[in-house]
């Protein structure tokens, strides 16, 4: 009975210390739509579970929030930003765009949007991960680059880390890709994990 008593004491302090423990966890959040979200994908197969597993695996003391919502908008962005401010992060993966440019939405709009949620996050003190995406040949050579233009202006203006194109790395690996050739698979969102990790390690501290 003695033994249960010291047992108890020695592990109380461990055991009210751990949920202060897990708050001092910064947060990562990854703010964006459906690629984000993991549409089509089971439970923990979006790339923000797999970069928290690459996370866990290095030694990074962060936690990662998913904060995607398919079909959003660089406009929907913009409207969630204050859900976003009040997680307190340290760092936020941007990653929309995609919905505006499949919608043919003017481009002028999604420079706006995107330039008001970085400004926000950056006069909030928060680092900002840029990624950005492309769009289907069949939208034309010349609106295609000017959408891509779009992401590498808003990098430059903010100072952002960023990924120009993050399907970069898996566009020619099989399986990566679900059938409806946009959103990636489970296999196909451990690589956006990997793709993106080297430009998020120097916004990390361990």
């Known amino acids: 009975m003695h033994l249960r008593r010291r047992l108890i004491v020695l592990l109380l302090p461990l055991i009210l210390a751990a949920p202060a423990l897990a708050a001092d966890r910064p947060l990562i959040v990854c ?27 290095l030694g990074y003391h962060y936690k990662i929030s998913n904060q995607g919502t398919s079909g959003a ?22 990653e929309f765009g995609g919905n505006d440019g499949l919608r043919g939405l003017p481009l ?11 400004t926000t996050l950056e006069n909030a003190h928060i680092k900002i991960l840029l990624a950005g995406i492309t769009l289907p040949p069949n939208y034309g050579a010349d ?13 430059a203006k903010h100072r952002a880390a960023f990924v120009p194109m ?23 969102s451990a690589i956006l994990a990997d793709t993106l990790f080297p430009a998020l390690k120097p916004l990390l501290r361990k």
């Open 31 to 57: 703010f964006g739509d459906s690629i984000t979200a993991g549409y089509g994908l089971q439970t923990g197969q979006a790339y923000p579970d797999f970069l928290q597993k690459k996370l866990d695996g």
């Open 143 to 155: 609106y295609i680059k000017s959408f891509e233009q779009v992401y590498r202006d808003m990098a």
């Open 108 to 118: 002028d709009q999604t420079r706006r949007n995107l330039d008001q949620v970085l």
């Open 166 to 188: 993050i399907y970069k790395d898996l566009v020619k690996v099989p399986n990566t890709i679900q059938a409806d050739g946009i959103h990636p698979t489970a296999k196909g």
């Open 73 to 94: 908008t660089t406009k929907d962005a913009v409207s969630d930003l204050r859900s976003i401010l009040l997680l307190h992060p340290e760092i936020v993966v941007v």
